[in-house]
């Protein structure tokens, strides 16, 4: 069972601006992660937020937390083509990490 | 550190034959993951393993999947036989704590013909 679902699925947008994405989950989390997976290769961790933050930022990333509403964004600012990918996010279900179908984002040059 | 490293990196085979995929963790890692991805069903946590042993393989599709994790630095995920439905991604990941944050392999490409 899928723990987190990430909204919208997919995402085109214009080289500059930014991107925003939202993950909503059911449980309580004692954290929650964004990767990003670009065609072909394995996924990468971006960015780890725990229950106890509510915003996080690293780099051009910044993600929040709700934990009231269940619910995290990631934005990426000022986007680049290189941000083509596609963006998950996980949270803990028991002793399992468990990710959402992700967000495909294209990012046009 | 040269991260998760997978091999094959690309697998092509007949229908009933036996296939085996290896992954050696980062060095100091101790949980050690499998994971499937399809189109169709996404990234499916198949067994995870802490300091070499098995802890929930309740992701493993059905018999013909099995895993192992003989030491710190090298586990294997074997299909015996292999049908056209497995063919798909499949990729290891290392970590520490089990729902903390994983490195993930560049992952191996089965298809089953």
């Known amino acids: 069972s899928q723990q987190g679902e990430e909204d919208p699925q997919a995402l085109s947008i214009q080289e500059g601006e930014n991107a925003t994405m939202n993950c909503s989950y059911k449980?309580?989390?004692?954290?929650l992660q964004w990767y990003r997976q670009n065609s072909g290769r394995g996924l990468v961790h971006l960015i780890l937020i725990r229950s106890n933050e509510r915003e996080k930022h690293s780099g051009r990333l910044r993600v929040t937390l709700d934990t009231s509403k269940k619910s995290s964004s990631l934005l990426i600012t000022a986007s680049r083509a290189a941000d083509t990918a596609s963006y998950f996010c996980?949270?803990?279900?028991?002793?399992?990490?468990?990710f959402g179908g992700g967000t495909r984002v294209l990012v046009k040059p | 550190d040269a991260g998760v490293i997978q091999s094959p990196r690309h697998e092509v085979t007949e229908m009933g034959q036996e296939v085996t995929l290896r992954c050696k963790p980062i060095s100091g890692h101790n949980s050690l993951f499998w994971y499937r991805q399809t189109m169709m069903r996404g990234l499916e946590l198949l067994i995870y393993?802490?300091?070499?042993?098995?802890?929930?393989d309740s992701g493993m599709p059905e018999d013909r999947f099995s895993a192992k994790m003989p030491n710190a630095s090298f586990s294997t995920l074997k299909i015996q036989p292999s049908e056209p439905r497995d063919s798909a991604v499949y990729f290891c990941?290392?970590?520490?704590?089990?729902?903390?944050?994983?490195?993930f392999g560049p992952g191996t490409r089965l298809t089953v013909l």
């Open positions: 393993f802490n300091n070499n042993v098995p802890i929930d």
């Open positions: 449980t309580s989390i004692n954290n």
């Open positions: 996980a949270t803990p279900l028991g002793n399992k990490l468990t």
């Open positions: 990941a290392s970590g520490g704590p089990s729902t903390d944050t994983q490195y």
